[in-house]
């Protein structure tokens, strides 16, 4: 009866939260102010450590050291995707960084989360946090520890989730001695247990909007109140960086981000944060709603319930989060781009155009990237040389290899050997092993192959930031041609004769940043063309390809500027950690009844 309900927590020098900096057997180095002095040593002097934060362990080095970088990168088997970089202050952050007002607000605002913001060129930090991309993830401290460990270094840090890449983040001391040991110099802990792992927020602002990315501390659990009235309801998301929801009365409940539920041990933390959220809030429902796709980790999880179980298609859920965010209610064309979703037909989705109606309680695919043969399965979306191939074969047809040649593109095919060549050629040909695609994020994948920025990558999306960050934002590119094909109650885009040029300018030595600007404001011309022959003047973009700051800000500009009014995602992630709300969306929006 007399229960509080706010936090009151025991800070004093003698009874409060105490630090220990302690070695990898265990020993106690030094404690207190003491311990971040000599942590603080030890990181001047390029070595790695873990500290023990508000979510979980975090692994840290010197910004500075492009061995400390190497090192942790190795540890990690994280070979190139971007580390984020904690400063002191926004003066510090000023020196890395070029940022707009509202993103030195978003950077200092009270959750402190990474903000990507453009990288300076003559930003001293190390070159392999970020390689050859032009953002960088930037974070203040997030709490006292961590500005008190930033004052006493001095400069800019490294700082990722204490983990092995694939893992869940480690949050107990034994464990981190265990699964940390090899890794670092020394651990700094304390004596506040963490009961549920929290990883660093992750913010973009894209045309003058916050967009939340990542759900983690400080934003998460995420609370939405809405005005749709519906059972109780627990949505699971999809497979890659998953979350979920609940919904109970009129509330939703957005989890902090799991991971990909690639291995085991990540399953099992999605399993049991799931647990602990139903048990705090004493939660039950009739309906458990998942992905389409039958191997989606979650979906896997969805059939251990014992619930009714309701799968709904990829795309939709990303068009429905976007619509609750907004309580949208009326007509709209709708845009849902993204890397990869299995469809209603049992094809690969992420390049479609939906009409939404919530009054009719209907929600369509009307249109779509004229699909195109993806060879080699699942690995297609981890090698940009296999969706360059698709797209050149769908071009040029059995000599696609003499005018890759010609065009002076042919290195997606050099960097193969003689015999992936083969058996991609007999692949392509005979459509043996291929899978129907037409996906944006492949088109994308195709461009940055064909542009030779990368052959292969070693993280999702890369290719896709590569073609972003080359791109020319500064000049008006004339869009190359599109096509329209009518097949019966669908519209495809033909993006074929658009590719077709851009490949011919490859050849004649137009540069690069021309043709990835081009690729852009063709893609936004095809958005243009569809959006304008609908009746309804509002525009829904949905889809983890609007993470892309210059596609989306030009999109926006590009269908304001014809009369349309523009929604997108911000608090609630574009990307597929949106997907559990935006199920939970079309399950209150009574889609399909």
């Not at 984020?84 to 989360?113: F, G, H, K």
């Not at 989606?296 to 976007?322: D, E, F, W």
């Not at 309580?327 to 094809?347: H, I, Y």
Request: hydrophobic share 40%; charged share 20%.
């Amino acid at each position: 009866g007399d229960r509080r309900f706010h936090a009151q927590t025991i800070s004093c020098a003698t009874c409060g939260p105490t630090l220990q900096l302690i070695n990898t057997s265990g020993e106690v180095l030094a404690k207190n102010q003491q311990a971040i002095a000599t942590l603080a040593e030890y990181l001047q002097c390029g070595k790695i450590v873990a500290v023990k934060g508000i979510g979980g362990y975090q692994l840290l080095c010197d910004a500075g050291n492009e061995n400390a970088v190497k090192a942790l990168r190795d540890a990690k088997r994280r070979p190139e995707k971007p580390f984020a970089v904690m400063v002191e202050d926004i003066a510090a952050a000023r020196l890395l960084c070029r940022a707009s007002r509202l993103e030195e607000e978003t950077l200092a605002s009270r959750a402190a989360p990474i903000v990507l913001l453009n990288k300076r060129p003559d930003a001293r930090i190390a070159a392999n946090i970020v390689y050859d991309l032009s953002t960088l993830g930037l974070m203040l401290p997030c709490s006292p520890l961590h500005l008190l460990l930033s004052q006493a270094v001095g400069r800019p840090l490294v700082v990722t989730s204490g983990n092995i890449s694939g893992e869940p983040m480690v949050i107990d001391d034994s464990e981190a001695l265990k699964a940390l040991a090899n890794t670092v110099e020394g651990l700094l802990i304390h004596n506040r247990d963490i009961h549920h792992r929290a990883d660093d927020p992750v913010i973009r602002v894209i045309d003058n909007k916050a967009v939340l990315f990542r759900t983690g501390r400080g934003h998460a659990p995420n609370y939405f109140v809405t005005s749709l009235q519906g059972e109780h309801s627990l949505a699971l998301g999809g497979h890659s960086k998953s979350t979920f929801a609940l919904h109970l009365h009129r509330s939703i409940i957005h989890s902090q981000h799991i991971g990909d539920l690639e291995s085991l041990g990540t399953i099992n933390y999605f399993e049991r944060e799931l647990a602990a959220y139903k048990e705090a809030l004493k939660f039950s429902c009739d309906e458990v709603l998942c992905d389409l796709h039958p191997d989606y980790g979650s979906t896997l999880v969805a059939n251990r319930q014992q619930n009714k179980i309701i799968p709904i298609q990829h795309h939709k859920a990303h068009i429905m989060s976007c619509a609750l965010e907004h309580g949208f209610q009326g007509e709209a064309t709708c845009v849902a781009w993204d890397g990869t979703g299995l469809g209603e037909n049992g094809e690969n989705w992420g390049g479609e155009f939906f009409t939404l109606d919530t009054e009719a309680r209907s929600i369509a695919r009307f249109a779509g990237i004229l699909p195109f043969q993806l060879p080699g399965g699942d690995r297609a979306a981890r090698d940009p040389r296999y969706s360059a191939l698709s797209v050149a074969y769908s071009i040029f047809g059995k000599s696609y290899a003499d005018a890759l040649e010609n065009a002076r593109s042919a290195q997606c095919l050099h960097s193969l050997s003689g015999f992936e060549r083969s058996i991609l050629a007999r692949e392509l040909e005979k459509e043996s092993g291929t899978q129907p695609c037409s996906s944006v994020g492949r088109l994308f994948d195709a461009m940055c192959s064909l542009l030779d920025l990368r052959q292969c990558v070693t993280f999702e999306a890369q290719a896709a930031m590569l073609v972003e960050a080359v791109a020319d934002k500064d000049l008006a590119f004339a869009p190359c041609r599109i096509d329209t094909i009518d097949s019966g109650d669908m519209t495809f885009i033909d993006w074929r004769p658009a590719f077709r040029e851009l490949i011919a300018q490859r050849a004649e030595n137009v540069c690069v940043s021309e043709i990835a600007a081009r690729f852009h404001h063709t893609l936004v011309s095809a958005i243009e063309q569809v959006a304008g022959e609908m009746t309804p003047k509002t525009v829904i973009l949905g889809g983890g390809v609007f993470q892309n700051d210059f596609l989306t800000g030009l999109t926006t500009s590009r269908l304001q500027a014809s009369g349309h009014q523009v929604l997108r995602n911000q608090q609630i992630p574009p990307n597929d950690a949106g997907l559990a709300v935006g199920q939970i969306a079309y399950s209150l929006y009574r889609m399909g009844e």
